[in-house]
């Protein structure tokens, strides 16, 4: 059973940046689509950014094109989210999940989820 651990999430400013990781253990990232998702105070759990095991293929929600990127390192099977010109409304719990999915944006797609970091982006 694959276990997710996320972390990197805390307390920064606007325009800030930070970098989450969420690593990887019974199952091999390379293998498998991950996601990220978000989920604000008394909000759904939206879609942010997710990775195909072919590294070439990455999809975006629109409210983060250009300002996150997803990557990932198959040497320590992890797979990171850097996240620059953080806003007020990025603020939100973050989950990666992982699943074997073509629908990349939608969350009861993925099989296996982490617990979650928080971020919280001040103005």
């Known amino acids: 059973q694959v276990q997710l651990v996320e972390s990197g999430g805390g307390l920064v400013q606007a325009g800030d940046s930070l970098r989450l990781s969420c690593a990887a253990s019974?199952?091999?990232?390379?293998?498998?689509?991950t996601g990220w998702f978000r989920q604000g105070p008394g909000k759904e759990r939206d879609f942010v950014a997710a990775?195909?095991?072919?590294?070439?293929?990455?999809y975006y929600a629109d409210s983060v094109k250009g300002r996150f990127t997803i990557s990932r390192d198959n040497a320590k099977n992890t797979v990171y989210l850097q996240m620059n010109s953080l806003r007020p409304e990025d603020t939100a719990v973050y989950y990666c999940?992982?699943?074997?999915?073509?629908?990349?944006?939608?969350?009861?797609?993925?099989?296996?989820w982490g617990q979650g970091t928080q971020v919280t982006v001040s103005s």
């Open positions: 999940a992982v699943g074997r999915v073509s629908e990349v944006w939608r969350a009861g797609a993925y099989d296996s």
């Open positions: 019974g199952r091999t990232l390379s293998s498998t689509t």
């Open positions: 990775i195909w095991w072919t590294e070439s293929s990455q």
